[in-house]
């Protein structure tokens, strides 16, 4: 199995700050075939279920704004969210979508003082 | 609008068996890859496993293969997850999702699973 090591699992920052929340995988999310790399990031707000943030890596889903951008290729890969608002309060979890059985990170609380 | 409601869950005694059920709707259910994911009361996220189109194929975490089965009724546009010989460490909220490309594009609310004696 793939294993997602993510990082931090906690942070706690004022609104308009930016943020970043790393993943990293034990093997590499590279495919050789298409050159992109199977990585997704959700976002759970509080009592609700996750939704797809960002797939291949750097894709946004439709109508995620663009204040959140993901980047990182094989093993290393990076949520960033510039200019924090508040209603990005949750948890965020990476996740392979590489091969099978999926897996995903041990997520990331993100707290607004 | 795609909505996916789970039912069947609830407190069940160690060892014993349940069934949860997962109704589509807002799309053409029998177009698409379903999987269940779950959640722990400490917030681990686990994928337990998917379902073809047509049903004629699943794949499964290897931890969770011999006790859970995935299928589908796509007449219903249901989906379901058999759990069998369940444990403590079932305890959870399982949702069901529609899949796209291995990932969860929607999301049901999710269903509680309390596994105690």
């Known amino acids: 199995d793939i294993v997602m090591t993510q990082s931090p699992s906690s942070l706690a920052v004022s609104a308009g700050e930016t943020v970043t929340i790393n993943c990293k995988s034990s093997q590499s999310l590279l495919s050789s075939g298409n050159q992109k790399n199977y990585l997704a990031w959700y976002q759970q707000k509080p009592g609700q279920s996750p939704k797809l943030l960002i797939y291949?890596?750097?894709t946004r889903e439709s109508g995620v704004p663009d204040r959140f951008i993901g980047s990182g290729s094989r093993t290393d890969f990076t949520l960033t969210i510039s200019s924090v608002q508040a209603e990005d309060l949750a948890d965020y979890y990476c996740?392979?979508?590489?091969?099978?059985?999926?897996?995903f990170g041990s997520g990331t609380k993100l707290e607004i003082k | 609008e795609v909505q996916l409601v789970e039912s069947g869950g609830g407190l069940v005694q160690p060892g014993t068996s349940l069934k949860l059920s997962c109704v589509a709707s807002?799309?053409?259910?029998?177009?698409?890859?379903m999987s269940w994911v779950r959640q722990t009361p400490g917030k681990t996220m686990e994928w337990i496993g998917d379902?073809?189109?047509?049903?004629?194929?699943?794949n499964y975490a290897p931890s969770l293969k011999n006790r859970f089965t995935i299928s589908r009724d796509n007449a219903k546009s249901t989906l379901y997850l058999q759990m069998s010989n369940v444990r403590s460490e079932d305890t959870a909220t399982y949702y069901c999702?529609?899949?796209?490309?291995?990932?969860?594009?929607?999301w049901g609310q999710g269903v509680m699973v309390t596994v105690s004696s």
């Open positions: 807002g799309f053409t259910f029998s177009d698409y890859w």
């Open positions: 996740q392979q979508h590489y091969s099978y059985p999926l897996t």
């Open positions: 999702t529609r899949e796209e490309h291995n990932m969860g594009i929607y």
């Open positions: 291949l890596a750097s």
């Open positions: 379902i073809k189109y047509d049903g004629s194929y699943t």
